[in-house]
Structures are given as structure tokens and as C-alpha cells.
């Protein structure tokens, strides 16, 4: 598993290998790091790209808890700061699925499971 606080985006076109996936503890760890940066520099691409691969890693591991709604809702601020609307929809809809399924009690997972290539 990939153990980088930071990760460039890039659209997947196949499964990604599972050491090109941060694990759920590195993603952690990475959003702190994302977020201190931001507040220091206010560098907006750099900071939209590293979320999107947050939310890329977070995905394809199937992970939906408290921790992926912090990153959405991160996310989403920021996108509204900088007028990004096409990509501020995207993270309000994922927000809201998310709201949704975490207050109907369901299981807040953890596990670093999902669509990783299990060949890798």
C-alpha cells in the first residue's frame, strides 16, 4: 500500500493496484497535511487535486464513514470558496448520500477493503 501524504489525481481507466491505494490511516494523516498547507498557502489547485485523490483512494476502498464525510465536506468548502460548482455538486451529493446513510445507523466502516485488484 501506498504510504504517500501526498499523491498526484489520476482518472482510472482499470482497478488500481493495491500499493498505488493509501490505506485508510495514511489518508488520515493526509488530510491533516492537505488542510495545513491550504491555510498556509491558500494554493487552490494544488489542494483540489490532493483532495480528489483522497476522495479516489477513499472510493475505490468503498469506505463510507465519518471520516469520508469530513473529506467531502472539506472539500466542498473549498470548491465554494473558489467557485468550482461542476465539482461542488459532485462532493454535495456524495454529502448527502453520506448524511444519509450514516444517520440511518449504518455501520461505519473502516475496513481498507473495495475495488482494488486483488492480482496486485
Known amino acids: 500500500t501506498c504510504q504517500n501524504l501526498e499523491k498526484p489525481y489520476l ?16 489518508l488520515k494523516r493526509s488530510i491533516v497535511h492537505i488542510k495545513k498547507r491550504y491555510i498556509e498557502t491558500e494554493d487552490f489547485e494544488w489542494a483540489n487535486e490532493q483532495l480528489k485523490s483522497v476522495r479516489q483512494d477513499l472510493t475505490v476502498q468503498g469506505l ?3 471520516f469520508v464525510l469530513e473529506v467531502y465536506e472539506t472539500h466542498a468548502r473549498i470548491l465554494l470558496e473558489h467557485g468550482d ?6 462532493c454535495q451529493s456524495m454529502i448527502k448520500s453520506l448524511t444519509m446513510g450514516l444517520s440511518s445507523g449504518a455501520q461505519d466502516q473502516d475496513s481498507e477493503i ?7
Open 11 to 26: 482518472r482510472l481507466t482499470t482497478f488500481p493496484k493495491a500499493q498505488g491505494v493509501r490505506p485508510l490511516s495514511v
Open 64 to 66: 463510507r464513514n465519518d
Open 85 to 90: 460548482l461542476n465539482e461542488f455538486n459532485q
Open 114 to 120: 473495495g475495488c482494488i485488484d486483488p492480482n496486485e
